[in-house]
Nanobody
């Protein structure tokens, strides 16, 4: 019912920048929270950043000051601007949405947690 498509991943050298995009489509009433997670080879998926509709953000400490999350609610799109990338940022980055398909709010029927397919980011030293 709701689909997320990420783009913008790629290979960069240490110190470089990338901008990831995540577009949500489908039967969307609203998306209270959109966020980014990442999974490095051989490791568990970990939190990177989230942004609520009201603009409140939460950013993981290791990327704070280098990564910026933003969203354009008119386009149902979230972004992750990544600056001063490091080799340890190498991972597949996944978009996550806490989406609503009706007016009844988070935790009620109609609340969907949706994941994108992931976009790989490789940072070489």
């Amino acid at each position: 019912q709701v689909r997320l498509v990420e783009s913008g991943g790629g290979s960069v050298q240490s110190g470089g920048s990338l901008r990831l995009s995540c577009v949500a489509s489908g039967n969307i009433f609203s998306i209270p929270v959109m966020g980014w997670y990442r999974q490095a080879p051989g490791k568990e998926r970990e939190f990177v950043a989230t942004m609520a509709e009201g603009g409140i953000t939460d950013v993981e400490n290791s990327v704070k000051g280098r990564f910026t999350i933003s969203r354009d609610d008119a386009k149902n799109t979230a972004y992750l601007q990544m600056e001063r990338l490091k080799p340890e940022d190498t991972a597949t980055y996944y978009c996550n949405a806490q989406a609503l398909i009706n007016k009844y709010g988070l935790g009620a029927p109609g609340h969907l947690e949706v994941w994108g397919q992931g976009t790989p980011v490789t940072v070489s030293s």
